[in-house]
C-alpha cells in the first residue's frame, strides 16, 4: 500500500444560466486557490443537465471569462449533457436495491403551507407517495410521469445521521429524515436530479475537494448518503461566502452591470477584479491588483473559516473596482 498523499482535485462545476457574475468568481478563486496552494488540480465540468442550461455558447463565456480572469484548469471540460448514460447507471443501480419510489407530487403540493420546512425553507417530503402499491403506481403514470426519490433512513436509524467536516464551517450533523426526507434523484422531466448527478460524477472524476458557495452547504448530507450507497468515499467540503448587495440580497444573474461581461466591456482588468476579491476576505490589501498566482502562498482555510457572513457587495467594494 502506498502511503502517498493523494493529490488535491478540486474543481469548476458552473451552470451556464447567464453570464458569470462576480460570486460565481469569486467562489471559482477560492476553489482554484483551494487546490493550487495544495499544488493541486482542477477539473472543468459544465452543468448543463438543465435542457434550459445547455447553451454551449454560454458555457463557452464561462469558461472565456475563467481563463481571462487567470483561473486555469487541468482536465475537462466535461459536460454534464453528456453523461445522461453514467448517471442513469446510478439511479438504475438505487433502484434494484429498493432504494428509491416513483413520486407525483407536484411542487405545488409540497409548498403547501401545512407541511414542515427545513431550516433552509425547503418543504421536507412527507412521504406520500412512499407506499403506494404497484396498481397504484400504473394508474397513476398513465396520466403523470412521475419523478423518482431516494429513501432515506428513519430518523431513529443511526445510517440517517451525516457527520462531516466542512473545511471552513467545521463540525456538521445532519439527520436526513429532519433535514429533507425522501429526496429527488430524477425529476418527472426524465432529467437526473443535480444531487445524483453531482456525486456521480466528482467521484467519476476523481474530485476529492469540493469548494463552493455556501447555500449548497445544505445540499452535502444527501451527497454523502449517496455516495455512500453507491460506495465513493466522500471528498473533502469547504463552503465560501457568498457575495450579497448592501441591502443583503444575494448577489445574482438580476445585477448585470456586475457580470464579467459588463465589466470587461467598463475595461476594469482581471488583477482588480481578483484584488477586490482576495481583500474581501482579508487574503490580500484593499486596493491591490493581483493574479490568481499571487494569492496562492497568502491562501488559507483558517482566514476563511475566521470570517462571519457574506462579502457584502457596498459602495467601498466597488469603489476599488472601477
Ligand atoms: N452547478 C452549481 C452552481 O453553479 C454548483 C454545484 C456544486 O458546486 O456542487 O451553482
Redesign the pocket.
Known amino acids: 500500500m502506498s502511503n502517498a498523499t493523494p493529490c488535491v482535485r478540486g474543481r469548476f ?3 451556464p444560466s447567464g453570464r458569470m457574475h462576480l460570486g ?1 468568481a469569486f467562489s471559482a478563486l477560492m476553489a482554484w486557490l483551494s487546490a493550487r496552494s495544495a499544488s493541486g488540480e482542477m477539473v472543468m465540468r459544465v ?1 448543463d443537465l438543465d435542457p434550459r442550461a445547455q447553451s454551449r455558447e454560454r458555457a463557452e463565456l464561462l469558461m472565456h471569462d475563467l481563463e481571462w480572469l487567470g483561473l486555469a484548469w487541468d482536465e475537462g471540460p466535461y459536460y454534464q449533457s453528456e453523461r445522461a448514460e453514467l448517471y442513469g447507471a446510478a439511479l438504475e443501480e438505487l433502484s434494484a436495491r429498493g432504494l428509491t419510489y416513483p413520486c407525483f407530487c407536484s411542487r405545488a403540493e409540497l409548498h403547501a403551507a401545512t407541511a414542515p420546512h427545513a431550516s433552509d425553507g425547503a418543504p421536507i417530503y412527507p412521504g406520500t407517495c412512499r407506499e403506494l402499491s404497484a396498481d397504484e403506481v400504473a394508474r397513476r403514470s398513465a396520466t403523470r410521469p412521475p419523478a423518482v426519490r431516494l429513501r432515506v433512513p428513519d430518523e431513529d436509524d443511526p445510517a440517517g445521521t451525516i457527520e462531516f467536516s466542512d473545511l471552513a464551517f467545521g463540525a456538521r450533523r445532519e439527520v436526513l429524515a429532519r433535514e429533507c426526507g425522501d429526496f429527488l434523484v430524477r425529476r418527472s422531466d426524465g432529467v437526473v436530479a ?1 444531487q445524483l448527478a ?1 456525486v456521480v460524477d466528482d467521484a467519476l472524476m476523481g474530485v476529492n475537494q ?1 469548494v ?2 455556501r447555500d ?1 452547504l445544505g ?1 452535502c448530507a444527501r451527497q454523502i448518503y449517496l455516495g455512500r450507497l453507491l460506495g465513493y468515499e466522500a471528498p473533502a467540503y469547504g463552503h465560501v461566502p457568498l457575495l450579497v448587495a448592501a441591502d443583503g440580497r444575494r448577489l445574482s444573474k438580476r445585477e448585470k452591470d456586475l457580470d464579467l461581461g459588463a465589466l470587461r466591456e467598463r475595461g476594469v482588468r482581471p488583477e482588480r477584479i481578483v484584488g477586490a476579491l482576495g481583500a474581501a476576505v482579508g487574503l490580500c490589501e484593499p486596493g491591490a491588483d493581483v493574479t490568481p498566482q499571487e494569492l496562492v502562498p497568502l491562501f488559507s482555510w483558517n482566514k476563511l473559516a475566521a470570517r462571519h457572513g457574506d462579502v457584502i457587495v457596498d459602495e467601498r467594494f466597488l469603489a476599488r473596482l472601477f
Do not use: C, I, Q
Open positions: 462545476a458552473p451552470t460565481n452543468e443535480y453531482v469540493v463552493r458557495g449548497l445540499s
